[in-house]
């Protein structure tokens, strides 16, 4: 959350769909009821299965990036087994924000304890 004000939510999450941790942008709404919200992350899931169908041919996937009328959301495997999930105001220069995810990735991954 704090890599741009303009983040609305973000959740780490297994293959499975199980949620590792959330949160939420203080003040803002969710569009999506609990149920929409479980539905979009196992979609999500099955994005990314399929995209590491083809992965061996050119490459892994670094992120997804969808625009709607109302908001962003970028997806983008933390390791085999886990996909960080942000959502953001339509307005957001999403540019940044999955620059910033991606660094952060990359300091976790050389940290002896995971952290930055």
């Known amino acids: 959350m704090a890599l741009d004000p303009k983040i609305r939510f973000a959740t780490i999450f297994d293959m499975n769909g199980n949620v590792m941790t959330s949160g939420h ?7 999506l009821s609990a149920e929409e919200s479980q539905k979009s992350l196992q979609l999500a899931i099955n994005a990314w299965k399929s995209r590491n169908e083809v992965s061996g041919k050119i ?7 969808v625009e709607y009328e109302k908001l962003k959301r970028i997806t983008m495997p933390l390791d085999e087994d886990h996909i960080l999930y942000i959502t953001t105001d339509v307005e957001a220069d999403h540019a940044p924000i999955i620059y910033r995810a991606l660094r952060l990735k990359q300091d ?3 940290t002896p304890d995971g952290m930055p």
């Open 25 to 31: 942008r203080k003040g803002v709404q969710n569009l």
């Open 59 to 65: 490459g892994k996937g670094k992120y997804a990036l």
């Open 108 to 110: 976790m991954l050389h």
